[in-house]
């Protein structure tokens, strides 16, 4: 594969992953506004960074999610609260432009 050719392939999975971890944040902010209401339990914060950059954590009964992102770089982690599951999005552009790409569930 040539050079364009992973570029754009890393390009479209970053912009795959993105917006699966953003979808699946936005639903969690919904799950944590119901238990809100109902039990006036679950957490969702956004914390701004010292040096640029913002942290997200959204806790629901059920699971616990962080999003982090800096400049052109970002990580999602999502894990249940008991442990059984788990996902990890890792999407980093390095100085020379470049994209660097990782992902695990369990």
Avoid: C, P
Wanted: proline share 0%.
């Amino acid at each position: 594969m040539s050079s364009t050719g992973t570029t754009s392939a890393k390009r479209a999975q970053a912009i795959r992953m993105h917006n699966e971890a953003t979808v699946r944040l936005k639903e969690l902010r919904q799950i944590v506004q119901s238990e809100v209401i109902g039990s006036g339990q679950g957490t969702d914060e956004i914390i701004q960074l010292q040096g640029g950059g913002e942290l997200h954590f959204v806790n629901t009964k059920n699971t616990r999610a962080y999003y982090l992102n800096h400049e052109e770089s970002w990580l999602y982690l999502e894990r249940e609260n008991d442990g059984t599951s788990g996902t990890l999005y890792i999407v980093r552009r390095l100085q020379d432009g470049r994209l660097v790409t990782k992902s695990m569930q369990d």
